[in-house]
T-cell receptor, first 115, second 112 residues
Framework: KAGVTQTPRYLIKTRGQQVTLSCSPISGHRSVSWYQQTPGQGLQFLFEYFSETQRNKGNFPGRFSGRQFSNSRSEMNVSTLELGDSALYLC??????????????FGPGTRLTVL | GQQVMQIPQYQHVQEGEDFTTYCNSSTTLSNIQWYKQRPGGHPVFLIQLVKSGEVKKQKRLTFQFGEAKKNSSLHITATQTTDVGTYFCALLINQAGTALIFGKGTTLSVSS
């Protein structure tokens, strides 16, 4: 089975621009979560989607948004980029709908640099 | 919201020494997961603990969940250079989903 894929792997943008990141979960996985990883803040949860519905949302400003398509692929968008948005953005998929066993399978991430 | 404190932040050991990282919460946890992230890599699931006092072993790795379900630990016996990386504990944000809150992680370095 192919793993979680994320595109692009690297991205350089300037302040004020917007960016869209893509994630394809493992086939059959319906739950997709997004995380931001920075050296200072660590791994922080952005949002989670299940069957095209946002199920949970982290504490990030409205500039961060996401969506999930009927084939479970997910995208996240960051508008009006700020220098502090430079980070590794990780997508994770899970096969179960929730509850007590929900191993997350992470993709390789998208490294976003904002200049 | 829920938080989990993880200590130490960094640990350097000589190859063959043991290593332990701890996670502590002020609230009772339904379960806790552990992940490992190699340098330049992405987090990889190691294990999930659910029951009070649970102890699970994976070769040289021993995972424990406290009796009160407020703390957990990961112990590595006789570290090897392949153990290098950052170890994270994580807990579910809520039972309705699969999203996780991660601890800050413990970065392990091993010298041979």
């Amino acid at each position: 089975k192919a793993g979680v894929t994320q595109t692009p792997r690297y991205l350089i943008k300037t302040r004020g621009q917007q960016v869209t990141l893509s994630c394809s979960p493992i086939s059959g996985h319906r739950s997709v979560s997004w995380y931001q990883q920075t050296p200072g803040q660590g791994l922080q949860f952005l949002f989670e989607y299940f069957s095209e519905t946002q199920r949970n949302k982290g504490n990030f400003p409205g500039r961060f948004s996401g969506r999930q398509f009927s084939n479970s692929r997910s995208e996240m968008n960051v508008s009006t980029l700020e220098l502090g948005d430079s980070a590794l953005y990780l997508c994770a998929s899970s096969s179960l709908s929730g509850g007590n066993y929900n191993e997350q399978f992470f993709g390789p991430g998208t490294r976003l640099t904002v200049l | 919201g829920q938080q989990v404190m993880q200590i130490p932040q960094y640990q350097h050991v000589q190859e063959g020494e043991d290593f332990t990282t701890y996670c502590n919460s002020s609230t009772t946890l339904s379960n806790i997961q552990w992940y490992k992230q190699r340098p330049g890599g992405h987090p990889v699931f190691l294990i999930q603990l659910v029951k009070s006092g649970e102890v699970k072993k994976q070769k040289r790795l021993t995972f424990q969940f406290g009796e009160a379900k407020k703390n957990s630990s990961l112990h590595i016996t006789a570290t090897q250079t392949t153990d290098v990386g950052t170890y994270f504990c994580a807990l579910l944000i809520n039972q309705a989903g699969t999203a996780l809150i991660f601890g800050k992680g413990t970065t392990l370095s091993v010298s041979s």
